[in-house]
């Protein structure tokens, strides 16, 4: 790599972020030319947060070209998490400055004094600090090493721990299995739950002992929903294949079939995050439920009718808050349940993200691999949630 | 009253607009909502019955109760030492909840009663942490923790889930809600923050407060990978590890003994739930007015 090189990331970065801030600028009518010389900075200073800890080192000769085209990404990565923030930051600056009005604050009644605050902060800001942003910062730098627990030294290997992901079968497998599983508790736990809602919200007789029957699901653990279905789906003396048979002539291998295991976690995940889903959708459902009595009266209009066109359109809050809880659920909590019900297998067939990423960082003791796994994990959280709430954020309804 | 307001607009020959829900109330809504219940409450029930039973009764599909539960419960205390797992899950789960609370009502009302410079990026600081799944930071957290000696500890359990970014915006919400008369009248009282937190604040929060408690409750009983890789051995472990024990790796599963340790395992934080619930369940109706 020639020495100029890094040079020429941050002139170009430098010009992207130009161009792209001025632009903006010139649609709130604010100077272009104020934009172009913040732009370039932000463009600049967002191309190097992640080749400078790096060193560029994705852009030598002798590395691949999957390297330098995430070396890329990366690049862009940087500049969008630094470019985007300055544009929002300026403009509510300027929008704030043209309505003196706007974003007024709850400051009346507000106590004396500057130490007080700091004090009553302190303990809540030194634990995130050392429990949460410092590992955060720690997993990105593990992600460039090749490091073992216990062993004093370790190995820088650029973003290796990234690019050796596509190749890897194990981890695509999982990655097909996640988004699996994750869609199935996704849909089948909010359908479920919306039903059982639109049956539990109304004012009828004994509303509230329903209510407790349906939600107390939420309180037992991933585990022990794990425990349970390994005792309903057993292959000797479980009990659901036992009815199956009984009334349809099947059996299910439920925990040895690899095609059937990711339903047995899929069931006792419903199952257990079942009783959070109503809840709020009875919570959701009855502060609209006077809309829906409108809804009612809209002539000709028939159940079907109005539960698409009035009740659905009216939660759709609440089914995106869910469907992002629901997924977190999916991808994270789920390990416990699995580790009981299947250990991941048969054949990996229930090795999700996370309990690959148990295996390689503390049973294969790989802690960059892991690190680097956890990171990818992160962002396909991060994007997921930016694109529910492009795609349907737009169109939430948020008058209720 | 908005639904009077709403039926004038109505044709005369338009009825009883409160009874027309979207479902009517019938009977066959009763039904439904047993069969549900019935069908959500199996598993535990099922749970509880094999409980009292050993393996020949479950191969056998006997669904009466068995007579095993004095022996279960000897092999689950004695043998694989629940009692213990259980006391830590207890000591872990109030220790980490309560202290959650307060810190949680501290920087609620540092935020809301109190103006410093940086409040915003302070506020930032403490909402960002919102996105963070620890499942994710665990490599990193697990290198840190042992490095500063806490392997294998108590405190590794407690201390760095002490922090509530969850706790702080909900009481942020809450007490922004609350007229600014009250700590003016306070001030002029000459009353400190602390007994204004006290006297006025947490009384007028017991509803989100209930509901925060459930909350944490259930996610701190219910940890299980930190605390798996955390600490070794028996002595410290919390019960969601220690049913392990239980599982037996060759002999094969003696399903009795698992299934009485799942329910004992549950019963803390279903307690919580039932006893709190109607303050969890307002705590969240508030959360959602705004």
Redesign the interface.
């Known amino acids: 790599m020639t020495a100029q090189a890094p040079l020429l990331i941050h002139v170009i970065a430098a010009l992207i972020g130009a161009v792209y801030l001025a632009w903006r600028f010139q649609r709130i009518q604010v100077s272009p030319a104020l934009g172009g010389m913040i732009g370039a900075a932000a463009g600049a200073v967002g191309s190097a947060i992640f080749m400078l800890p790096l060193n560029y080192c994705t852009f030598e000769s002798e590395r691949s070209l999957i390297d330098a085209v995430f070396g890329v990404l990366l690049i862009g990565i940087g500049m969008a998490l630094v470019v985007l923030p300055v544009d929002a930051l300026i403009r509510s600056v300027v929008m704030r400055r043209r309505n003196p009005n706007m974003g007024g604050t ?6 004396k ?2 130490l ?3 004090v ?2 302190a ?3 030194i ?2 600090t ?7 910062l ?2 990105f730098r ?1 992600s460039t090493l090749l490091a073992r ?1 216990g062993a004093r030294r370790t190995l820088f290997v650029c973003v290796d721990n990234f690019t050796s992901l596509v190749s890897d079968g194990d981890y695509l497998n999982s990655f097909v299995i996640t988004i699996f599983i994750s869609a199935a508790i996704v849909v089948l736990g909010l359908a479920l739950a919306l039903g ?1 809602a ?3 919200y ?1 004012p ?3 509303a509230r002992i ?15 929903a794990g ?6 789906f ?1 292959p ?2 479980g ?1 659901v294949n ?1 009815a199956l048979d009984n009334v349809f002539g099947i059996k299910i291998g439920w925990l040895n079939d690899p095609t059937a295991a990711p339903w047995a976690v899929i069931i006792a995940s419903v ?1 257990k995050s ?2 959070y889903n109503i ?2 959708y009875i ?2 459902l ?2 609209v ?2 809309d ?6 809209i002539d000709g209009a028939n ?1 079907a009718q ?2 698409f066109s009035v ?1 659905l359109p009216l939660l759709s809050p609440i089914t995106f808050f869910l469907v992002i809880t629901n997924m ?1 659920y999916a991808f ?1 909590e789920t ?2 349940t699995i ?2 019900l299947t250990g991941g297998g048969p054949l990996n067939s229930t090795s999700t993200l ?1 309990y690959n ?2 295996e390689v ?2 049973t294969n003791n790989d ?1 960059g691999k ?2 680097a796994q ?2 990818v ?2 962002a396909l ?2 994007g997921l949630t930016v694109v529910q709430f492009r795609t349907s954020g737009n169109r939430v309804n948020y008058g209720a | 009253m ?2 009077t307001t ?1 039926s004038e607009t ?1 044709p005369a020959d ?1 009825v009883e ?2 009874r ?4 009517p ?1 019938r009977w066959y ?2 039904a ?2 047993w069969v ?2 019935l069908i ?2 199996f ?2 029930f ?2 509880v019955l ?1 409980a009292t039973q050993n ?1 020949s009764n ?2 056998a ?1 006997q669904f009466l109760p068995g007579d095993q539960f004095e022996n279960n419960w000897n092999i689950v205390m004695n043998l694989a030492n629940l009692g213990n797992y259980m006391l830590n899950s207890i000591f872990i789960t109030v220790l980490v909840t309560a202290g959650k609370t307060i ?2 009502l ?2 609620g ?9 940086g409040k915003w990026i ?1 506020f930032g ?2 909402l960002v ?1 919102l ?15 042992n490095s500063i000696g806490w392997g294998n500890n108590y405190l590794a359990l407690i ?2 889930f ?4 969850t706790g ?1 915006f909900l009481f942020r919400q809450h007490f ?1 809600n609350i007229p ?5 009248a306070a ?1 002029l009282d000459g009353a400190n ?1 602390l007994t ?1 937190l006290i006297r006025v604040l947490i009384p007028m929060s017991m509803n989100t407060i209930g509901a925060l408690v459930v909350i944490q409750f ?1 996610y701190v ?2 940890m ?2 930190w605390p798996a ?1 955390i600490i070794q051995g028996q002595e410290r472990q919390v019960v ?1 590890v220690g ?2 024990t239980l ?1 037996g790796a060759d002999v094969g ?1 003696s ?1 009795g003994p ?2 009485l ?2 329910v004992i ?2 019963l803390p ?2 307690i ?3 006893l709190l ?1 109607k303050q969890f ?1 307002s705590g ?2 508030l959360g ?2 705004k």
């Not at chain 1, 329903?210 to 022990?224: K, N």
């Not at chain 1, 425990?227 to 309903?232: E, G, K, P, Q």
């Not at chain 2, 009302?109 to 410079?117: E, I």
Request: proline residues 6%.
């Open positions: 709850a400051q009346a009644g507000a106590f004094g500057w007080l605050p700091i009553f902060l303990p809540t800001l634990v995130l050392l429990f949460l942003y410092y590992p955060s720690d997993t593990l627990l059982i639109l049956l539990a109304q009828i007789k004994g329903y209510r407790t029957l349906l939600i107390w699901p939420y309180a037992i653990s991933p585990v022990v425990v349970i279905f390994l005792l309903l057993n000797t003396g009990i036992y199952w079942l009783g809840l709020f919570a959701g009855q502060n439920s006077k829906i009595r409108e809804a009612a009266s159940v109005r539960f009740v977190t994270f390990f416990g580790d009981y996370m990423i148990y960082g503390i802690l892991a690190a956890s990171i994990l992160f959280v991060i | 908005a639904t709403a109505y338009y607009p409160v027309r829900t979207l479902l109330e809504i009763h439904a909502l549900i219940c959500v409450g598993p535990l099922y749970a094999v393996n479950v191969y599909y810190l949680s501290l920087a009302l540092a935020f809301v009663y109190f103006r410093f410079p302070v600081f403490v942490t996105m963070m799944p620890t499942e994710i930071l665990v490599i990193a957290l697990f290198r840190f923790v201390v760095p002490i922090a509530s970014a702080a922004a600014a008369e009250l700590s003016e001030q923050p204004f259930v009983w219910n299980y990978l890789l969601q049913l392990r599982v599963i399903f698992l299934m340790g799942a395992a549950s934080p279903v919580i739930f039932v619930q369940m969240f109706a959602r007015d």
